[in-house]
């Protein structure tokens, strides 16, 4: 079975600095997907960026992106110049790619970011 | 474009008390998914559906019900609810398997 890992609990920024998030995952599959989501206080569920397994160019969304190290099974998010408004809990997930297996995500538990003005 | 909708927002119910969680899409997404989260704990599938008439249990299945008539409704029956099942629920959708959820803004499910 897969399994991600957020082994940041907590982490905490000075604003308009760079923060890294990391995520590491557990697979024998070859082809997945990879997402991180943010949650503010409002509960409300974010997408903010997708990786493909099979590309080997890094997804990034504006002031977001990924360093994805297949090989490792790393995938961690850096935000750049961070805003009062990235401060949320951060969740790294997968999903399989495989034929027949539903697509359902499976999450770490999250890294919580403070971002200090 | 209402996206997934989920009612109600909060909920505090009795020991052994029933209730249906509603969760409606209207992006004919087949996929749709039912989550908890716990505190510290990420989120963790209950049921999911890979279309209309199908369903299937997801990681932590025991206390929960669910049923997909229509392609739109996914709703999560709670039978004699238990303080365990004290949690933040969301329910998901997806096109297919190969794209991200779009989440509702969850229910927070309290039993005393």
């Known amino acids: 079975a897969q399994t991600v890992t957020q082994s940041q609990p907590e982490m905490s920024v000075q604003e308009a600095e760079t923060v890294t998030l990391s995520c590491t995952y557990d697979?024998?599959?070859?082809?997945?997907?990879l997402f991180w989501y943010k949650q503010p206080p409002s509960r409300q569920m974010i997408l903010v960026i997708r990786q493909e397994a099979y590309k080997q160019q890094n997804a990034t969304e504006n002031r977001f992106s990924v360093n994805f190290q297949k090989a490792a099974k790393s995938f961690s998010l850096k935000i750049s110049d961070s805003q009062l408004g990235d401060a949320a809990m951060y969740f790294c997930a997968y999903r399989s790619a495989v034929g027949g297996s539903q697509g359902n995500l499976i999450f770490g538990k999250g890294t919580k970011l403070s971002v200090k003005p | 474009n209402a996206g997934v909708t989920q009612t109600p927002k909060f909920r505090i119910l009795k020991i052994g008390q029933s209730m249906t969680l509603q969760c409606t899409q209207d992006?004919?997404?087949?996929?749709m998914y039912w989550y908890r989260q716990d505190p510290g704990m990420g989120l963790k599938l209950i049921y999911y559906s890979v279309g209309a008439g199908i369903t299937d249990k997801g990681e932590v299945p025991n206390g929960y019900n669910v049923s997909r008539s229509t392609t739109e409704d996914f709703p999560l029956r709670l039978e004699l609810a238990a303080p365990s099942q004290t949690s933040v629920y969301f329910c998901a959708s997806s096109p297919t398997g190969y794209y991200g959820y779009t989440f509702g803004s969850g229910t927070r499910l309290t039993v005393v």
């Open positions: 992006m004919n997404h087949n996929y």
């Open positions: 697979t024998s599959e070859s082809d997945y997907y």
